[in-house]
């Protein structure tokens, strides 16, 4: 079956390249096209050691398959290119736009996207830091039907795992990468057998999960306890970083349940760092970067 991986770079669509093309025949990725000032920067960057190669890039010319690129989710040049190469399915692993009719129904099989969450539980482009901002005790990923409409199309399936407490967003990220790249492969080869069940989302359940701007508060200081506060910036740094007026810290190192008087979201300065209050204790915050 000829497969069109879609995928904005990195790990992510690295893995499902990996896991499909060696079951499959993948014809082509699709980039998103960046700018030529960036592109520029980045290859001066590469150059020099300081901007480590893109993974998918680099397993998309491995292989030898065409790298093409798409000015935006409905770009007519795009919809054109994948006519002449005629794809049985379109699988989509982390792409920052959404397609159009016009390029997710050219394939006889049409799309499948891999979302790291399990929908309907946060559609949108910022699931993980939805994910650790409610408290999700349980994660996964879910691959779907692509439709114009973001993230709601039928599941196909879910794998569902405990998310532990303090894990890293990037191990996360891993692991969400390694799963979806699984499932998206296992459903290519349902697909291509004849079909597999689709199951509606329940748009009462479904919850957003908008972009945050840099610099926005994130923590209910005065609601959440203090193991839930170290959980979320643990989890989360450095990739989001509450904003804390004297506290720059490059580190959470952990948390003490203790009374104290001190109000919620304020912070004191003891030797290496700081200590963050919170409602029934404190989150301990590190000047220096853990294990440095």
Not at 13 to 41: D, F, G, M
Not at 148 to 155: P, R, W
Not at 272 to 291: H, I, K, N, P, Q
């Amino acid at each position: 079956m000829k497969v069109v991986l879609f995928g904005a770079g990195g790990a992510t669509p690295a893995a499902a390249l990996e896991a499909l093309a060696a079951k499959h025949s993948v014809s082509a990725v699709v980039r998103p096209k960046e700018p030529s000032w960036r592109s520029r920067i980045g290859g001066w960057a590469r150059s020099l050691g300081l901007r480590p190669a893109d993974p998918f890039l680099a397993a998309a010319r491995q292989r030898n398959i065409p790298v093409l690129q798409a000015h935006s989710g409905g770009d007519p040049d795009l919809a054109s290119q994948l006519r002449s190469l005629a794809p049985d399915l379109i699988c989509i692993a982390s792409f920052p736009w959404l397609l159009s009719e016009a390029i997710f129904s050219l394939p006889r099989l049409g799309a499948i996207n891999a979302h790291p969450s399990l929908l309907p539980r946060h559609r949108g482009p910022n699931p993980y830091f939805w994910t650790y901002y409610h408290d999700d005790r349980v994660t996964g990923v879910t691959v779907h039907v692509v439709t114009s409409q973001g993230d709601s199309g039928n599941i196909l399936a879910q794998q569902s795992f405990p998310l532990p407490r303090g894990m890293p967003l990037g191990s996360l990220h891993d692991e969400v990468s390694r799963r979806g790249a699984e499932l998206l492969t296992q459903l290519a080869d349902a697909l291509e057998r004849g079909g597999t069940s689709r199951t509606p989302q329940d748009p009462a359940t479904a919850t957003k999960a908008p972009r945050v701007k840099p610099g926005t508060p994130m923590v209910d200081f005065a609601n959440w306890p203090a193991e839930r506060v170290w959980h979320f910036l643990a989890g989360l740094y450095p990739h989001f970083q509450e904003p804390l007026a004297g506290a720059p810290y490059r580190a959470v190192t952990g948390f003490e349940v203790s009374q104290h008087s001190r109000a919620p979201g304020s912070v004191e300065a003891v030797p290496g760092g700081w200590r963050l209050f919170c409602r029934d204790g404190y989150v301990m915050l590190s000047a220096t970067e853990a294990g440095g």
